[in-house]
Nanobody, 124 residues
Framework: QVQLVESGGGLVQAGGSLTLSCAAS????????MGWFRQAPGKEREFVAV????????YYADSVKGRFTISRDNAKNMVYLQMNSLKPEDTAVYYC?????????????????WGQGTQVTVSS
């Protein structure tokens, strides 16, 4: 079992940048594909990005491709989401999640563990 805690959210102006961090404990994240999801008020939780166990593969939602970068440090048990050129529509609670499956996925149901989320607000 792994526990996940996100941090780094906050209020930023459009065009600005933020880096979210996800600290894992209980088990090494090297056993998991790691993903970021987000949920805006009144909307479903949606996929943002995923990184494979050994960082060999990443995959992004079209809405963030070219602006966001997911990375991980298995030695530190950390996952990161660098967010650049932020837009008001990026405003949401951002969640870190761990997937023990064979293949990385953009589907919520594939993820076994979730953090509590961190709020990102982008002002126009």
């Amino acid at each position: 079992q792994v526990q996940l805690v996100e941090s780094g959210g906050g209020l930023v102006q459009a065009g600005g940048s933020l880096t979210l961090s996800c600290a894992a404990s209980g088990r090494s994240i090297s056993f998991y594909h790691m993903g970021w999801f987000r949920q805006a008020p009144g909307k479903e939780r949606e996929f943002v990005a995923v990184i494979s166990r050994s960082s060999t593969s990443t995959y992004y939602a079209d809405s963030v491709k070219g602006r966001f970068t997911i990375s991980r440090d298995n030695a530190k048990n950390m996952v990161y989401l660098q967010m650049n050129s932020l837009k008001p529509e990026d405003t949401a609670v951002y969640y870190c999640a761990a997937d023990s499956g064979s293949y990385y996925s953009d589907a919520k149901r594939g993820y076994d563990y979730w953090g509590q989320g961190t709020q990102v607000t982008v002002s126009s």
